[in-house]
Nanobody
Framework: QVQLAESGGGLVQTGGSLRLSCAAS????????MAWFRQAPGKEREFVAA????????SYADSVKGRFTISRDNGKNTVYLQMNGLKPEDTAVYHC????????????WGQGTQVTVSS
């Protein structure tokens, strides 16, 4: 089993920045790719960004490209999401998720951290 705990959310003005962290515990040696998803009130959960185990491969939703950066520190079992140029439409609960090798599905999820961007 893997446990994920997000932190770093908060209230920020349009154009501001936040850095989210997701700390993993448990079977961390088996963690593969990790990702961030978000869910706004009344909307479906959507993909934000993902990063491979090595950190050498990343992918982003079109809506955040050029503004958000995903990274990871395997020594600290932590994945980060640096969010710059925040917009009101980025307001959501942000969840991190992990794949446990060799599976290719995100089977482990954190509780989420609220990000609110005021206009």
């Amino acid at each position: 089993q893997v446990q994920l705990a997000e932190s770093g959310g908060g209230l920020v003005q349009t154009g501001g920045s936040l850095r989210l962290s997701c700390a993993a515990s448990g079977r961390t040696l088996s963690i593969g790719a990790m990702a961030w998803f978000r869910q706004a009130p009344g909307k479906e959960r959507e993909f934000v960004a993902a990063i491979s185990w090595s950190g050498g491969s990343t992918s982003y939703a079109d809506s955040v490209k050029g503004r958000f950066t995903i990274s990871r520190d395997n020594g600290k079992n932590t994945v980060y999401l640096q969010m710059n140029g925040l917009k009101p439409e980025d307001t959501a609960v942000y969840h991190c998720a992990a794949q446990l090798m060799p599976r290719r599905t995100y089977d482990y999820w954190g509780q989420g951290t609220q990000v609110t961007v005021s206009s």
